[in-house]
C-alpha cells in the first residue's frame, strides 16, 4: 500500500486546518487507552457531482458509539453532516475516502477518562479500496486470533481501541501471503473479517452471520441486505460455521472501504466460482446505488454541489 495521499484540509473541531497542521499532543488519552469512536465514509462521483454515501446513518452511528464509551461528541449529527459537505467541497474532490473520528484528547492521564476533552476529526482523501479484486478473488485466512468478546467490548461500537484484533489478524493473514483474515467468535462461529463483513451464497440463499457472533452492524452490509431483497434474494441472517463457508458456493465480503469483493478461496480451499453470479449481480446494484444510476437509492447519497 503506497502513502496515503493527503489533502489540502482537515476539518478539526470546527475548523478548516491545514493536513500538516492537524496535530494533537503525544499524551493525547485517546492515544495510550484507545478511547476513541470513528466512522469510514465514503463519497462517490455520481451525474451530479460528489456525493457521499448514507451519511447520515454513519454520522448516527459515531453517535451511538460515542454513548456506548460515555463520550460527549460536541458536534451534533446536523452539524457534523454539513461540515462533511464543506470538507469534501474545500478539498476538491470527485470522489473520496472520508474518516469521521471522536477522541479524547489532552487533559489528564490514567484510566480514569472523566477529565479528558474530546476532539472531533473529519478528514478525506483520495482512496480506492483496501483489498485487491483480481477476477480470481481474494485470498482469504481463518485468523489464529478470535474476534473480541462481545462481552468484553460493545461491537456495536466502532471504536478505536478494539481494531488492534483486526490488526494482528490482518497482518497474520499477510505475512502468510493471503489478502484477507476472517475472524471467528468466541464460540468458533463466524464473526467477520478485518474490516469487512462476510456472506456466503448456497442454494441461491444469502447468508450473513448477526451482530451477536461478533459482527459489526455494517451500513454497507445492510445495504448489502437491503439490495439483495430488492432483487428477490432469500436472506437470512443467522450463525454460520466456518465449514459453511467451505461449503458455499459463493462467498464474498463487503465494506465501505472495500465494497463488494468476491471471495476466491478460504484456506486454500477454492470456492467454486468468483465471482459468482449473485455476487456479481450484489456487486452492480451497489455501484448502481452509490453512483445515484439506480434512482430507487437516491435518498442514499448527499450531494456535496459546487
Same mark, same amino acid.
Given at each position: 500500500?503506497?502513502?496515503?495521499?493527503?489533502?489540502?484540509?482537515?476539518?478539526?473541531?470546527?475548523?478548516?486546518?491545514?493536513?500538516?497542521?492537524?496535530?494533537?499532543?503525544?499524551?493525547?488519552?485517546?492515544?495510550?487507552?484507545?478511547?476513541?469512536?470513528?466512522?469510514?465514509?465514503?463519497?462517490?462521483?455520481?451525474?451530479?457531482?460528489?456525493?457521499?454515501?448514507?451519511?447520515?446513518?454513519?454520522?448516527?452511528?459515531?453517535?451511538?458509539?460515542?454513548?456506548?464509551?460515555?463520550?460527549?461528541?460536541?458536534?451534533?449529527?446536523?452539524?457534523?453532516?454539513?461540515?462533511?459537505?464543506?470538507?469534501?467541497?474545500?478539498?476538491?474532490?470527485?470522489?473520496?475516502?472520508?474518516?469521521?473520528?471522536?477522541?479524547?484528547?489532552?487533559?489528564?492521564?490514567?484510566?480514569?477518562?472523566?477529565?479528558?476533552?474530546?476532539?472531533?476529526?473529519?478528514?478525506?482523501?483520495?482512496?480506492?479500496?483496501? @483489498?485487491?479484486?483480481? /477476477? *480470481? =478473488?481474494?485470498?482469504?485466512?481463518? #485468523?489464529?486470533?478470535? $474476534?473480541?468478546? +462481545?462481552? %468484553?467490548?460493545?461491537?456495536?461500537?466502532?471504536?478505536?481501541?478494539?481494531?488492534?484484533?483486526?490488526?494482528?489478524?490482518?497482518?497474520?493473514?499477510?505475512?502468510?501471503?493471503?489478502?484477507?483474515?476472517?475472524?471467528?467468535?468466541?464460540?468458533?462461529?463466524?464473526?467477520?473479517?478485518?474490516?469487512?463483513?462476510?456472506?456466503?451464497?448456497?442454494?441461491?440463499?444469502?447468508?450473513?452471520?448477526?451482530?451477536?457472533?461478533?459482527?459489526?452492524?455494517?451500513?454497507?452490509?445492510?445495504?448489502?441486505?437491503?439490495?439483495?431483497?430488492?432483487?428477490?434474494?432469500?436472506?437470512?441472517?443467522?450463525?454460520?460455521?466456518?465449514?459453511?463457508?467451505?461449503?458455499?458456493?459463493?462467498?464474498? @465480503?463487503?465494506?465501505? /472501504? *472495500? =465494497?463488494?469483493?468476491?471471495?476466491? #478461496?478460504?484456506?486454500? $480451499?477454492?470456492? +467454486?466460482? %468468483?465471482?459468482?453470479?449473485?455476487?456479481?449481480?450484489?456487486?452492480?446494484?451497489?455501484?448502481?446505488?452509490?453512483?445515484?444510476?439506480?434512482?430507487?437509492?437516491?435518498?442514499?447519497?448527499?450531494?456535496?454541489?459546487?
Amino acid at each position: 500500500m503506497t502513502a496515503l495521499p493527503e489533502a489540502s484540509t482537515i476539518w478539526m473541531d470546527g475548523a478548516l486546518v491545514p493536513w500538516q497542521q492537524a496535530g494533537t499532543h503525544v499524551l493525547t488519552h485517546g492515544l495510550h487507552y484507545g478511547t476513541g469512536v470513528l466512522e469510514g465514509t465514503r463519497a462517490f462521483a455520481t451525474a451530479d457531482g460528489p456525493a457521499v454515501f448514507r451519511l447520515s446513518e454513519h454520522l448516527r452511528r459515531l453517535d451511538r458509539s460515542a454513548r456506548m464509551l460515555r463520550m460527549e461528541l460536541p458536534f451534533g449529527v446536523e452539524d457534523l453532516a454539513a461540515a462533511t459537505v464543506d470538507l469534501v467541497r474545500a478539498n476538491g474532490h470527485r470522489s473520496c475516502y472520508l474518516r469521521h473520528f471522536a477522541f479524547l484528547g489532552y487533559g489528564s492521564m490514567g484510566l480514569d477518562m472523566r477529565f479528558s476533552p474530546t476532539t472531533t476529526v473529519i478528514a478525506s482523501w483520495e482512496w480506492h479500496g483496501q @483489498l485487491p479484486d483480481g /477476477a *480470481a =478473488g481474494i485470498r482469504l485466512k481463518t #485468523s489464529s486470533w478470535r $474476534r473480541t468478546d +462481545p462481552n %468484553a467490548v460493545p461491537p456495536a461500537a466502532k471504536a478505536t481501541g478494539p481494531y488492534l484484533n483486526s490488526v494482528l489478524a490482518r497482518r497474520e493473514a499477510t505475512d502468510a501471503g493471503y489478502d484477507e483474515a476472517l475472524l471467528l467468535g468466541p464460540d468458533g462461529t463466524v464473526g467477520e473479517c478485518t474490516g469487512e463483513n462476510v456472506f456466503a451464497v448456497r442454494g441461491g440463499v444469502l447468508r450473513t452471520p448477526p451482530a451477536s457472533a461478533g459482527a459489526l452492524e455494517g451500513i454497507t452490509r445492510d445495504t448489502v441486505l437491503t439490495l439483495a431483497r430488492d432483487l428477490g434474494v432469500e436472506v437470512r441472517v443467522e450463525s454460520l460455521l466456518r465449514s459453511d463457508l467451505y461449503a458455499a458456493d459463493e462467498v464474498f @465480503l463487503c465494506g465501505t /472501504a *472495500a =465494497g463488494v469483493v468476491a471471495v476466491g #478461496s478460504l484456506d486454500d $480451499r477454492e470456492l +467454486p466460482s %468468483a465471482p459468482g453470479p449473485l455476487t456479481v449481480r450484489l456487486r452492480a446494484a451497489y455501484e448502481a446505488a452509490v453512483s445515484g444510476a439506480d434512482p430507487r437509492y437516491r435518498h442514499w447519497l448527499t450531494p456535496v454541489g459546487g
